[in-house]
């Protein structure tokens, strides 16, 4: 991997790079707008099951049934229902539960913020781990130096990556509610209690995201400009701080995207480890009595999230390596 290029970009191309950018992402994200959609839709149409029989009771009659179905609307040829399903998302009408009877963005207004939370330390907290402990085992190990931390971090980080997020939610529930009672194992009443969930979900990726971090800062700590600048007997913060850190986090965080994306998945089953009120233990309810319209909206909202997050991670490598604005960053490596 070559350094960052230093010489500055004149301000006119600068900005017009910056708007191709942003213009590539935006419709990338309009095209996974439009299968979250189409996907979202056909939930209804191929699970098994009559939806809606499961609108009204598994003991009404055929009549009550039939007439539920015209309600839905689920008589109407397949494109008409499509096309009134994406019509109530642009008006905001996602549906009601066919089990409360709530406007499903209710639902979502307020179950979001709790999700939301989960997921924005659960990202801050991944990075936070990932990148310093990758970066300080890479720096202790460089030249083959201190073999047994190298083969342990790179042990325990395998078994700790690999570990289910429901797996490591329970552990964490054991250790540190039920045998040290040092932390609520369940519920959202405190600050306390976000804690054991974020844990459970940011440790996976945290694991995987160091070893990735400690592999890239290897390959930078031997390049040729890192070796003038320890000739030159630069300190540990202008060495490693200002000269190795932003070369490995352009490819940490193209490949780490998918990680903190994937991330959003882990909420939906620690939410429900955890009693947590989000949008996953939500859904998890749904799923069990056959609620289409919360699966549908819930399902659309995540998805949507885990897409947002991938667009800031973009945002991110084109802040902190220009090379990125013009898709030219393979190219440079190579040369």
């Not at 882990?266 to 009120?277: D, H, K, L, M, R």
Request: with cysteine; aromatic share 6%; hydrophobic share 50%.
């Amino acid at each position: 991997m070559s350094p960052l290029p230093t010489a500055r970009t004149r301000p006119g191309r600068s900005g017009r790079a910056w708007a191709r950018f942003l213009l590539r992402r935006l419709l990338g994200l309009g095209a996974v707008l439009v299968v979250l959609v189409t996907a979202t839709f056909l939930i209804l149409q191929l699970v098994p099951g009559d939806p809606a029989r499961a609108a009204i009771s598994v003991d009404a009659s055929p009549e009550e049934v039939e007439a539920m179905r015209r309600a839905l609307g689920l008589d109407r040829p397949l494109a008409e229902q499509f096309a009134s399903y994406v019509g109530g998302l642009l008006t905001g009408d996602l549906g009601t539960s066919f089990q409360t009877g709530e406007a499903v963005s209710q639902v979502i207004a307020t179950r979001l913020p709790f999700t939301a939370q989960l997921a924005v330390f659960s990202v801050l907290g991944a990075l936070l781990i990932a990148v310093p402990l990758g970066v300080a085992v890479a720096v202790a190990c460089r030249g083959g130096r201190r073999r047994p931390l190298d083969t342990a971090f790179t042990t325990t980080a395998s078994v700790v990556g690999c570990t289910p997020e429901y797996i490591a939610g329970t552990l964490l529930v054991l250790l540190f509610a039920v045998t040290m009672g040092w932390l609520p194992a369940a519920g959202a009443a405190t600050p306390a209690s976000l804690l054991l969930p974020v844990a459970a979900i940011a440790l996976s990726p945290a694991a995987a995201l160091a070893r990735i971090v400690r592999r890239e800062t290897a390959v930078v700590l031997e390049e040729d400009y890192l070796r003038t600048a320890r000739a030159k007997r630069l300190g540990g913060w202008a060495l490693y701080v200002r000269h190795t850190l932003p070369n490995l986090l352009t490819s940490t965080l193209t490949m780490g995207g998918l990680l903190l994306a994937g991330l959003m998945g882990g909420t939906v089953i620690v939410e429900s480890v955890f009693a947590w009120p989000g949008l996953g233990s939500r859904v998890v309810q749904a799923i069990l009595v056959r609620d289409f319209p919360v699966i549908q909206g819930i399902v659309l909202v995540i998805g949507l999230m885990a897409a947002v997050i991938n667009l800031l991670v973009d945002v991110c490598l084109g802040v902190l390596d220009p090379r990125t604005l013009t898709g030219k960053t393979e190219e440079a490596s190579s040369s």
